[in-house]
């Protein structure tokens, strides 16, 4: 499924709230969005529907998201510590796991930005062991998750 894109302007125009999780209009400062029928937060944007998710990955890291995963395998925690942007492949592999493992979430692995870079940070408990590693390519992260549950 082909996803529109989200325009540059919604950066001018909306401003993410951490603290209620939610975007707020600059103009007035009023709170914005619903959550749809499958429980996916959404906001308009000049007649425009989008998923939250995917407007604060793009307003957050300055490019468009492929398709966003929800860390913790829950759509109504819209929180930037929740989502990562995934390319399709990706999304499928990470689906197909999830199915094998029966795992909801993919919770061991967190976005980090490093000199302006995406990365992605696992820390896992192994045996007694806090284990932490950063990779810079999402997949080698779930590799490296998957190779240690076993």
């Known amino acids: 499924?082909?996803?529109?894109?989200?325009?540059?302007?919604?950066?001018?125009?909306?401003?993410?709230?951490?603290?209620?999780?939610?975007?707020?209009?600059?103009?007035?400062?009023?709170?914005?969005?619903?959550?749809?029928?499958?429980?996916?937060?959404?906001?308009?944007?000049?007649?425009s529907l989008y998923q939250v998710s995917r407007v604060l990955y793009f307003v957050t890291y300055g490019k468009q998201p492929d398709v966003i995963q929800y860390i913790d395998g829950d759509r109504s925690n819209v929180s930037l510590e929740n989502i990562i942007s995934v390319e399709p492949a990706q999304n499928l592999f990470i689906k197909k796991w999830k199915a094998e493992t029966g795992y909801k979430s993919i919770k061991n692995i967190t976005p980090v930005i490093n000199r302006g870079k995406l990365s992605y940070q696992v820390k896992m408990r192994v045996e007694g062991v806090e284990r932490s590693t950063t990779f810079i390519d999402l997949m080698d992260a779930l590799s490296f998750v998957i190779r240690l549950l076993k």
Do not use: C
Not at 19 to 35: D, H
Not at 36 to 46: A, M
């Open 1 to 47: 499924m082909k996803r529109r894109n989200i325009p540059e302007g919604i950066k001018d125009t909306l401003t993410w709230d951490a603290t209620i999780n939610k975007f707020r209009i600059n103009a007035t400062g009023q709170p914005v969005g619903y959550v749809d029928k499958d429980g996916y937060h959404k906001v308009s944007y000049n007649g």
